[in-house]
């Protein structure tokens, strides 16, 4: 058998680094995407660019590459870009084109998926919500307002790119782009008009004359000259529906993204290496992961509803931008061996034979070399393979891959890269023994009702009905202020025989807050996706003028679904007083408030006047602070940590609201939201069609704790944080904390090399346990088996890693000892841990 590590050393000289300094054609034949003439295999990851910042993308495009990439894909995320009618941001973390140079600086190649309607989790689907309020507009579809829009906005980009020389046809990285996005899944519900926007979009693209190929992901039915794609959990059964264009897979989706409420989804480094290998196996030649680096979903860019600000989607790359371990080095030696055996994959011929249930062994042959491949996609039992007078036993659900047809190489459910276990720690600029508690500042939100309305900054909206919520803020703000009053006359014969006033109110989402007189008198929100509810809660009214305001916030917009924009958000009503009798007498009083004239605020009083900013000159207050009130604004400056390792901040204690760092938005937050007790399990199965409720954990905890601070959004010195506090939580347990390595475990097999490594300047402190022969259990809860142990692993291991940042050992008898047990294959299992130096 062949060793896996000293393979993947050498199949690492054969990823090009990509010359981008002349033109290069890029063209597509019915096996491959062909670059000046030569198909090429396009291994490709996704990463957004405003989901980081310009700081954090060398160092992902880095790890990319390491990691066996050759492309990175983004989408473009048009709100962001336009979130005003014609006025446009492109600075800061929304500089596409510099994330495309990076790409380039990189050596990699791009797939630039212009869309404009992108999904991915992000509010609206990355449509500006101002384009909801021009009359007459139909979106994604053959509606000319939309497509003029649309044109107008993608022709800029490209226009962009083109001043940039950014396309493959001049010089640049860009080698595909794509135009829609999965719109096959609803074109359906559009009907005539759905396959004449397709026939639209097509002829807008091939218009640009840009010389690479165009992609319409999910869009089977694609017009010529514009290449279709797959996207799902697993795209092998997948084939193009044209003779001339390749297999390709837009969107291997490496985890699942994460909602308020929901447990952490993980998706196994065994099942998504299976998922490739077996798309290779069937002809697939262009495949891409999304994600391959989630990142965070800053400001209120979080789409859903109810999609966290963690986006990490169990990425090879977390949200912070550290190795996901085992997936991105297991991922990693698939990948080289991959563009090991290009050629005869892209241009060798392939011979399938059925061993049954499924099972396949699939051979291409290209000028006098082989390599093959030995599916066994049964989820119980492992399968031993007759194969020219070899055997080989491919465990269930797996795929093993001998690039010479001989030598066993790889098999996606064998893992031989280290598991990284991350642990959270104190920042340690604070310079205290125990643990620095911040001091806070306070100020209150400033109310908001019909009599004190000249004390408030930013423009007014008056109806006399009630509004949808993206008409009203134009998707400027998750807070809308609804007010009206009514006058209530406690003499009045109808309401003397009732005893109590309820406040009911309808609304579509996702929160609503009740005040009646200034008075606070309830808060609620949607629970188990049900965005849809009745707010009904008691109230006091006064004699005479009652003021009633309502808050309704949302916690991103619908994103996906035939006509998702169209979708009621906030207080649609109705709204109505109800009094409710006397115990023993019948018959209610209702007054419906629908019709009352209603005055809307849109957004905080406390961000029109920059509270958030920093170095506003506001009054804050140190004493007397409030306890679990809501609508409070806090304030506290912390040291930035020291070191490179990813800053977080642990907001537990807190209720919900918005957090800024030195004015930078670093999102949402909603630590109170607890997940279900049920659903988590201790050992995932990778065995199996993967589902996002299959591999969960975090039950019965907060549903995000952690929020990223970006490195590039600290001061070297004093950093100011600042919360708007909704619900009502303390701030008392806040405290900033940085993100690295703890214990380094692995379970390797024999013939590998077996590569550990700490992150962040940290060395391998202790060596909690070493076995080489047959050990059993999982990382943490290790045991020896002492009939087939060598009694030198743990000095082995300890000489070869203590004090290193990195260390690499052989599995194999030659570097412990021999053995004489009964097994077909030895394995190596390590639990280390990292510290500082």
Not at 48 to 60: E, V
Not at 153 to 181: C, D, W, Y
Not at 183 to 210: I, P, Q, R
Not at 599 to 612: A, F, Q, R, S
């Amino acid at each position: 058998m062949g060793t896996m590590n000293s393979f993947s050393a050498f199949c690492a000289t054969l990823l090009l680094f990509i010359s981008v300094c002349s033109a290069y054609e890029v063209t597509y034949d019915n096996r491959a995407i062909v670059i000046d003439g030569e198909r090429k295999l396009i291994i490709s990851g996704a990463i957004h660019y405003p989901r980081s910042t310009p700081k954090m993308w060398p160092s992902l495009m880095k790890k990319s590459k390491e990691g066996g990439l050759n492309t990175i894909e983004t989408y473009v995320f048009w709100n962001h870009h336009e979130p005003q009618r014609r006025q446009y941001d492109f600075s800061g973390h929304l500089d596409v084109v510099r994330f495309i140079k990076t790409i380039k600086d990189a050596g990699l190649y791009a797939i630039l998926r212009i869309g404009p309607y992108v999904c991915a989790e992000w509010t609206y689907g990355g449509i500006p919500v101002w384009l909801h309020n021009i009359p007459g507009i139909k979106m994604r579809t053959n509606n000319e307002i939309f497509k003029k829009e649309m044109q107008t906005f993608v022709t800029l980009i490209v226009e962009m790119m083109k001043k940039h020389r950014l396309f493959a046809s001049q010089g640049g990285p860009i080698i595909m782009a794509q135009i829609e996005n999965e719109y096959g899944n609803v074109e359906w519900a559009y009907k005539d008009d759905g396959w004449k926007y397709v026939e639209w979009c097509a002829n807008l693209a091939k218009g640009y004359k840009l010389d690479v190929p165009w992609i319409m992901c999910q869009q089977d039915n694609a017009p010529e000259g514009i290449l279709s794609a797959c996207n799902g959990y697993y795209c092998d059964w997948w084939d193009s529906p044209k003779n001339n264009t390749p297999k390709m897979w837009t969107e291997n989706w490496s985890g699942w993204y994460k909602n308020w409420g929901s447990q952490d989804p993980h998706r196994t480094a065994e099942d998504l290496a299976f998922s490739v290998a077996r798309f290779f196996q069937r002809s697939g030649t262009v495949q891409n992961y999304y994600m391959y680096h989630g990142g965070t979903n800053f400001d209120t860019s979080a789409g859903g509803p109810y999609i966290t600000t963690s986006y990490d989607y169990d990425a090879p790359l977390d949200e912070y931008g550290n190795l996901n371990q085992p997936k991105w080095g297991h991922l990693r030696d698939l990948h080289l061996l991959l563009y090991s055996m290009e050629a005869n994959l892209v241009y060798g011929e392939r011979e399938s034979l059925d061993q049954g249930g499924g099972r396949y062994i699939t051979i291409f042959s290209h000028e006098g070399k082989r390599s093959c491949f030995l599916s066994n996609p049964d989820q119980n039992d492992a399968h031993v393979f007759d194969f020219e007078g070899n055997q080989y036993n491919v465990p269930a659900w797996s795929v093993t891959i001998l690039p010479d047809c001989y030598t066993e190489v790889y098999n996606t459910a064998k893992v031989n890269s280290q598991t990284s276990v991350m642990v959270k720690k104190p920042n340690a600029a604070d310079d205290f023994e125990e643990p620095y508690k911040l001091k806070w500042s306070w100020r209150t939100e400033k109310f908001i009702q019909l009599n004190k309305l000249s004390a408030i900054k930013g423009s007014l909206m008056t109806s006399n009905c009630l509004l949808d919520q993206k008409r009203a803020t134009n998707g400027t703000s998750d807070y809308l202020w609804l007010m009206t009053k009514f006058e209530y006359n406690q003499d009045a014969p109808y309401w003397k025989s009732l005893d109590h006033f309820v406040l009911q109110v309808h609304t579509h989402g996702h929160v609503v807050h009740g005040f009646v007189n200034g008075e606070h008198f309830g808060t609620q929100w949607a629970l188990n996706g049900k965005f849809e509810f009745t707010f009904e809660k008691v109230i006091n009214l006064v004699n005479g003028t009652n003021y009633i305001s309502l808050i309704s916030t949302t916690v991103g917009l619908q994103n996906y679904g035939q006509f998702y924009d169209e979708g009621k958000n906030g207080i649609r009503g109705p709204v109505k007083l109800i009094r409710r009798p006397k115990e023993g007498l019948e018959g209610a009083v209702e007054h419906d408030l629908s019709v009352n004239e209603w005055v809307y605020k849109t957004g905080l009083d406390g961000v029109d006047i920059g509270t958030h900013k920093l170095g506003s000159n506001l009054e804050w207050t140190e004493d007397s602070r409030p306890a679990n009130k809501p609508f409070i604004w806090y304030k506290t400056t912390f040291k930035a940590p020291t070191g490179e390792d990813p800053v977080v901040v642990d907001l537990l204690g807190l209720g919900k609201g918005m957090a800024w760092v030195n004015g930078h938005s670093i999102g949402r937050y909603w630590p109170s939201y607890m997940t279900s007790e049920d659903g988590c399990i201790g050992e995932c199965d990778y065995r199996g069609k993967y589902n996002p409720s299959k591999c969960r954990t975090n039950c019965g905890k907060s549903s995000q704790r952690w929020y990223h601070i970006p490195r590039s959004f600290l001061n070297a010195d004093d950093n100011e944080l600042v919360l708007f506090e909704e619900f009502g939580g303390t701030p008392d347990l806040v405290s900033v904390e940085t993100v690295t390595v703890g214990t380094v475990c692995a379970n390797a097999y024999e013939h590998n090399t077996l590569e550990l490594s700490c992150q962040g300047g940290k060395v391998f402190k202790d060596i909690k346990f070493a076995s080489f022969g047959l050990p059993r259990g999982i990382c943490g809860d290790f045991h020896l088996d002492r009939k087939c142990h060598a009694k030198s692993s743990l000095e082995v291991v300890q000489n070869a890693c203590i004090g290193n940042e990195k260390c690499s050992l052989k599995v194999a008898e030659a570097t412990f000892a021999p053995l004489r047990c009964n097994a077909d294959q030895y394995r190596l299992a390590v639990e280390a841990i990292c510290g500082d130096i």
